[in-house]
């Protein structure tokens, strides 16, 4: 791999040992996928914020990172493990509290901007067609590729931070051209009624293959269900991007009609009885806090419920009275927090629980150990306010 001279120069660490970090783990990574040099980009969305994800191992390396680097682009923060401006909000523990807002502090010294989000391009991070950028959320960086026509990997947290701190990537994957075609079809006959629904297409499509896929026969699609069709297929497997076909064009093709989608809803709902509802994973956007909000209209919850946003979201939700219209329904509205990876259920005294997110669902299973039912958000409302 190529490298100009001021990059040799860095690499052996002649502007700091943060930035020679940087730029191995660049090289390395672009070794492995056969770059021919680094790219510049204009946007990094940084993962590996969570306590309860790094832990205080992941703390520490921060702690040390950040003595002598500065990031050179626009980079945004994935969500954390509580309300950062009211921990109390999920009773989240003070350790845990102390040590996480270390985690943001230490992020905000390196020039990153603490916009916690899942969805950055929702007012926070949203870069240019066609410009290249290292985001590291799943479900953010297949949206990015498939919907915003940006050019980014799915990158890890390490390699964000990297990309971030250096403003380059390799020039390698979803940055060439020649890779952003689709490696496999999916004819798609199912009725795709809401979101979830698009989330278990996701799911079922993301174990095909490591290659952008097609989709076929997808009637309609909004850029919500966009956003939950690239959240499923980033939690079952590696895909990177997706793409709407008018046809196969030869391509191996798989079906994916009622029979599969009913097997996927069924294999995902296991719980008599949930003890609370987790919505927002990904972080819902404006118009869905609205249609939530319209949903709930004249109506209380009759779970412990939990609604996550982005703080822009949320303020923008604020100001036109959606926050005040969801917490006369019981609805608890939060910022800054992942519900599928913030344990608020053990600090709650809670194990089960309904949510609207195929991807949420298996992290909730996963990392928290709780237990699920995948519902569509109208399901959810009929059955659990009156």
């Not at 916690?116 to 290292?134: F, M, Q």
């Not at 009725?191 to 997808?218: N, Q, V």
């Not at 509802?277 to 949903?295: D, H, K, M, T, W």
């Not at 910022?335 to 709650?348: E, H, Q, V």
Request: aromatic share 8%; glycine share 10%.
């Amino acid at each position: 791999m190529h490298l100009t001279n001021y990059e040799e120069a860095a690499l052996k660490g002649e502007y700091g040992e943060a930035i020679a970090s940087s730029y191995r783990v660049l090289v390395a990574l672009g070794d492995y996928m056969g770059a021919d040099r680094l790219i510049a980009i204009s946007s990094a969305h940084i993962s590996g914020v969570n306590y309860a994800n790094i832990g205080d191992e992941g703390l520490v390396f921060l702690e040390k990172f950040a003595s002598d680097a500065k990031v050179r682009v626009k980079t945004t923060l994935n969500p954390c493990g509580m309300q950062v401006d009211r921990p109390e909000v999920l009773k989240t523990p003070a350790d845990f509290a102390t040590k996480q807002k270390r985690i943001i502090e230490i992020y905000a010294k390196l020039g990153v901007r603490t916009a916690l989000s899942c969805v950055p391009y929702e007012y926070d991070n949203k870069p240019r067609k066609g410009s290249h950028a290292a985001w590291a959320e799943s479900s953010a960086s297949i949206y990015g590729n498939s919907i915003l026509g940006i050019m980014t990997n799915r990158e890890s947290a390490i390699s964000s931070l990297a990309a971030a701190i250096t403003g380059k990537v390799p020039n390698a994957g979803m940055h060439v051209k020649e890779n952003r075609v689709a490696g496999i079809a999916v004819s798609v006959d199912a009725e795709l009624d809401s979101t979830t629904d698009f989330g278990m297409l996701g799911l079922y499509a993301g174990k095909l293959t490591s290659k952008p896929i097609g989709f076929t026969g997808i009637k309609k699609m909004d850029r919500f269900s966009g956003k939950a069709l690239g959240a499923g297929i980033g939690t079952s497997g590696s895909s990177p991007m997706f793409i709407i076909l008018k046809d196969s064009n030869g391509l191996e093709t798989i079906h994916f009609g009622k029979k599969e989608l009913n097997e996927i809803k069924e294999s995902l709902s296991n719980v008599e009885d949930p003890q609370m509802i987790l919505l927002g994973c990904p972080f819902y956007a404006l118009q869905e806090v609205s249609r939530l909000a319209s949903g709930l209209r004249g109506r209380r919850v009759t779970k412990p419920t939990y609604l996550h946003l982005s703080s822009s979201v949320y303020s923008r939700a604020e100001r036109v009275g959606l926050i005040d219209r969801l917490r006369s329904s019981g609805v608890n509205v939060v910022k800054d927090a992942c519900p599928s990876l913030t344990p608020i259920g053990s600090w709650n005294g809670y194990t089960d629980v309904v949510t609207d997110s195929p991807k949420g669902s298996y992290y909730m299973r996963t990392a928290l150990k709780y237990n699920v039912n995948v519902w569509d958000i109208d399901s959810i409302i009929r059955s659990y306010s009156k």
